[in-house]
């Protein structure tokens, strides 16, 4: 474990800049006061802390990323970093219909609340996941352990293997709706099964895009970060109040906090269904600024082998 660590060191504090982004004094103001706030339950305001502590720890990780790097989410681009909190309510309203079949996890405590205060009130809160996953990942990236994945194994990739994923993600869409205690595990799959080869034939940054140069890098950013940030949202939910609850078919036991252990292995694929849903939302809606992601030093729309750049360019040429 030590050595682990060891691999994961950041750069020595000497190296990075003098100041202190005032961004991040801020996110660490917003922490101190809705963190305590939160799980005091402190009345009215509790109900409403989960924004204010997330904003404060995408706030503190962006200064940290920022120092460390020198470039981070919001210097690059303030305006596509704002776009990220408007991709995530769609991101997360999606997981709420799946959600209704498969019945994985519970509020409790929104009960008196009206439709139009739930939506409110609900959609704010959505609104944190894209940009505590990209800023967590941002930061996971840079770690010596992660950059030793940039040069992996390339993946082979035909319009074969491309339909044939298109399929199986909308069978397991399917499976969901019709066998949702069995195949509630497809809700972490089934959307980039189905939409990371639409990113890729339309030349929108995408999974597929970086295996196939071999790159694995930005999978393993992605990973980590939302593990990250899973055990952020699943202490910090534990003690809140309204807070959410789990039920999850087979894995239903040894709990750190509520979740399920087994269950903080549904945060890996979560990461990159993020990615696949950001990148799809911001093609589909052109008003969103796209932002990219800078994992171990490389914008995650690098350029491709064939010299286009991934993002922008037309359907490779496929076997």
């Not at 405590?109 to 940009?131: C, K, M, N, Q, T």
């Not at 770690?143 to 994945?149: A, G, N, T, V, Y």
């Not at 990615?275 to 800078?294: A, E, Q």
Request: glycine residues 8%; charged residues 15%.
């Amino acid at each position: 474990m030590i050595s682990v660590l060891r691999q994961m060191r950041m750069p020595a504090l000497a190296a990075w800049p003098a100041t202190v982004p005032i961004h991040g004094a801020v996110g660490l103001t917003l922490v101190a006061v809705a963190w305590p706030v939160s799980w005091l339950r402190v009345t009215p305001f509790g109900e409403y802390a989960f924004f204010p502590l997330w904003l404060g720890y995408v706030l503190i990780v962006d200064a940290l990323v920022l120092r460390w790097k020198g470039t981070s989410l919001l210097s690059r681009n303030a305006t596509a970093f704002l776009g990220m909190f408007l991709a995530s309510i769609p991101l997360w309203w999606i997981f709420e219909g799946i959600n209704h079949f498969t019945q994985n996890w519970r509020y409790v405590g929104d009960e008196e609340y009206s439709l139009l205060r739930y939506v409110i009130v609900a959609s704010l809160h959505f609104s944190i996941v894209i940009p505590a996953v990209f800023e967590t990942a941002e930061l996971a990236g840079s770690f010596s352990l992660i950059k030793r994945f940039r040069r992996g194994p390339v993946v082979p990739i035909s319009r074969r293997i491309l339909a044939g994923s298109m399929v199986l993600g909308v069978i397991s869409l399917v499976a969901l709706l019709i066998w949702p205690r069995e195949a509630f595990a497809g809700t972490w799959l089934c959307l980039i099964l189905l939409l990371d080869p639409i990113n890729y034939m339309t030349g929108r940054p995408s999974i597929v895009g970086t295996l196939r140069r071999g790159d694995w890098g930005l999978v393993m950013a992605l990973c980590t970060g939302a593990l990250i940030c899973g055990l952020f949202w699943e202490m910090w939910n534990f003690w809140a109040y309204p807070k959410w609850q789990y039920s999850i078919s087979f894995v239903d036991f040894a709990r750190v906090f509520e979740m399920p252990l087994l269950g903080y292995g549904g945060y890996l694929p979560f990461g990159l269904e993020t990615y696949v849903v950001y990148h799809f939302l911001t093609g589909v809606v052109r008003k969103i600024p796209r932002i990219h992601l800078n994992v171990g030093g490389s914008i995650s729309s690098q350029r491709l082998s064939d010299g286009s750049a991934e993002g922008r360019a037309p359907l490779p040429v496929l076997p």
